[in-house]
């Protein structure tokens, strides 16, 4: 009998408990029962938000009866339109029969009859197996259904608590850099009066950072962004800690975010970015330095925080290890071409 994927609704809990329950499997079987996955409930209210800006599909597959494999295929409806963003879960005992490629396959239908060409996924494999995970199964999965590795990420991560004198020695260095300039950090919402600063840094990080041989197009800046996925923090019982870098006109000059799961207590961070006339001052370090110290300070619980960074992105990754990360895991960032 063939595979059968079915589109599941996001309100409805047992479908959306299955549906994660094969993920989080998934991922755990591939990387590590420790290995942070996003919780049940973050990916639930996730699944169900609406948003102007992208749509969001979840999908179980069955075959003689029973559920296999969960799917997951985004859409955005503004920028970037002529892409999608997918991925597949196989149930581990049920591997090796041939499930993830018809998934794979009708998957990729559903994304092109929306009228997608550009095909986004991604896959991790252990920091020691190399930069571009030969022999790893899940790149070698996508390798054969055509899935080029156009970036590859390293996942590093910094054990809390760091000490005092190390964060003081960088600061006292950063500082020295980046006279002219005020930092301003919260727990929290953005403040009203730089949020607009904020949202095209926010907007320029995809395409400002390293992108490899990814196709990707500029996100546009929009504060009505922002407040959605603040909103949706809220909802996710998680708690975003920002800091920014002010020039002599009150204009950001730089950002960084961290973001704590409320769930299962890691701190991940998100974007960090320097706009390009301010770059040279060390203000990445001063903001992440910054900011670093507000999460100590407020989440002293908080074991660990994760941070992605493209392996070319040496600048960054030298700041990181700076700080005390160290790297943890690799990510691909997988791309392919519908013709």
Not at 180 to 187: K, N
Not at 236 to 245: D, F, K, L, P, V
Not at 275 to 303: C, F, I, Y
């Amino acid at each position: 009998m063939p595979v059968h994927l079915t589109r599941i609704n996001p309100f409805d809990n047992d479908a959306v408990d299955i549906w994660w329950e094969i993920y989080a499997a998934a991922e755990r079987a591939d990387r590590g029962q420790d290995t942070p996955v996003w919780t049940l409930e973050e990916s639930r209210l996730e699944l169900q938000q609406r948003t102007d800006t992208i749509e969001r599909r979840a999908y179980l597959a069955h075959l003689d009866g029973n559920v296999t494999a969960s799917a997951r295929l985004a859409l955005p409806q503004r920028d970037n339109v002529h892409s999608a963003e997918l991925g597949v879960h196989v149930a581990p005992a049920l591997r090796r029969r041939g499930i993830g490629s018809a998934v794979l396959t009708l998957l990729e239908g559903d994304a092109h009859t929306a009228g997608r060409s550009i095909l986004n996924s991604e896959t991790s494999w252990p920091y020691a197996a190399g930069e571009d995970g030969t022999g790893i199964p899940g790149r070698e999965f996508a390798r054969r259904h055509g899935y080029a590795l156009a970036l590859g990420d390293v996942q590093s991560r910094l054990r809390l608590s760091v000490d005092a004198a190390l964060l003081d020695g960088l600061d006292a260095e950063a500082s020295a850099h980046s006279a002219g300039y005020t930092l301003q950090s919260w727990v929290g919402a953005v403040p009203e009066e730089v949020v607009a600063g904020w949202a095209a840094l926010d907007a320029a990080v995809e395409t400002e950072a390293p992108i490899g041989a990814l196709e990707i197009e500029a996100r546009t800046a929009d504060i009505a962004d922002v407040r959605a996925t603040e909103a949706l923090l809220a909802q996710q019982n998680r708690t975003s800690y920002g800091t920014i870098a002010l020039d002599s006109d009150g204009r950001v000059a730089a950002f960084t975010q961290i973001v704590v799961s409320g769930d299962d207590g890691n701190a991940y961070q998100w974007g960090t970015l320097v706009h390009r006339d301010a770059r040279g001052n060390q203000l990445g370090t001063a903001v992440k330095l910054a900011n670093l110290r507000m999460l100590q300070a407020h989440s002293p619980e908080t074991a660990a925080v994760y941070t992605y960074n493209a392996g070319v992105n040496e600048h960054m990754l030298a700041i990181n290890t700076r700080l005390g990360f160290a790297p943890s895991e690799r990510l691909g960032e997988l791309q392919k071409r519908l013709t």
